[in-house]
């Protein structure tokens, strides 16, 4: 009973701390309009992964713990400030970056991204001359969904419960 309750939580209210004892999952997006951003699960608890855009755009770093980031393309640094470790970015390329992240916001044009950890993502979608907003998926191997366009969705890697929630179950009474 209990499991069930902390289930049926976890898919009501996504961003909880009870996540962060979740393993690492895979996280794919892609939108030609938009933004998003990865938060930590708590102050105490920061996203944990790899994060790898190809983008158009500006993208802001607060509290990043690990090596430099890897950048390819036109895209240079515009901001630099050690004592609040933040950082912002802007033009054309690539960028990938591997640790512990506060927060990492991106907007712009152009973006494919993946993540392969655990961390908070909020999306906040566009429309394009297509009227699509973009798309994302948990995995490789899961459908994908479309990203939407309201407040910003938020959405929990690893998927709280699993992909077992996305599927009814047969139960006895």
């Known amino acids: 009973m209990r499991m069930r309750l902390i289930a049926v ?23 030609h309009v938009g933004s998003f951003k990865l ?27 690990g090596p430099p980031p890897v950048i390819t393309g036109a895209v240079r640094k515009e901001y630099d400030n050690p004592k609040y470790k933040k950082q912002a970015y802007f033009g054309t390329g690539t960028i990938t970056l591997a640790g512990k992240i506060k927060t990492f916001q991106w907007f712009g044009r152009d973006l494919k991204g993946s993540f392969q950890g655990k961390g908070v993502f909020r999306l906040y979608g566009e429309y394009d001359k297509n009227l699509e907003t973009g798309w994302f998926r948990y995995g490789p191997d899961v459908k994908e969904q479309a990203w ?24 006895d009474s």
């Open 9 to 31: 939580v976890a898919a009501l209210l996504p961003g909880l701390a009870f996540c962060q004892g979740a393993g690492y999952d895979s996280f794919y997006f892609r939108t």
């Open 39 to 65: 938060l930590s699960f708590n102050e105490s608890t920061p996203s944990d992964g790899k994060l790898t855009l190809s983008f158009s755009g500006t993208i802001l770093i607060t509290g990043f713990d």
């Open 148 to 171: 939407g366009n309201n407040l910003g969705w938020t959405h929990v890697v690893p998927m709280p419960g699993g992909e077992q929630m996305l599927k009814p179950v047969a139960r």
